[in-house]
């Protein structure tokens, strides 16, 4: 499970921007390595285990209550490779579902101004552009 858990690291940092300080918090686009470690490693089948768990997290000076609170302290500082992983299409799938579910436009909340542009759509459909190598 130590091993899973190395690995979830390497995935993030091998995907996360190049010059940025690697903190498992800190956004990044899911690798489909990353992907299926972490569905076996938040299993039921997996959970079972808890001993292990608790013995892997008191190694590294957290609790087990989450997959975030164990990698909060890494234990893989650096790779040896800086290659970007292969993106998780179901990622990047469930990303286009939202933007395309969300509006152009917000309602505002006064009927005297006008309709707000979502400036959040906006961004993520420019970030997805960039993921999937589309350029405008």
Not at 39 to 48: D, K, L
Not at 103 to 123: C, G, H, I, M
């Amino acid at each position: 499970m130590e091993l899973l858990l190395r690995a979830i690291e390497v995935a993030r940092l091998r995907n996360t921007e190049p010059n940025a300080s690697h903190h498992i918090e800190q956004p990044c686009v899911r690798s489909c390595v990353e992907a299926v470690i972490t569905s076996a490693i938040i299993s039921v089948e997996s959970r079972i285990h808890h001993r292990p768990w608790q013995y892997i997290a008191y190694n590294r000076g957290c609790t087990c209550e989450s997959v975030v609170g164990l990698l909060a302290t890494p234990l893989v500082q650096s790779t040896s490779s800086r290659d970007c992983l292969t993106v998780d299409m179901g990622w990047l799938i469930e990303r286009m579902l939202e933007v395309i579910a969300s509006p152009d436009v917000l309602e505002a909340s006064t009927q005297e101004v006008q309709n707000l542009v979502n400036f959040d759509k906006r961004r993520s459909v420019f970030i997805y552009s960039l993921c999937s190598g589309v350029r405008n």
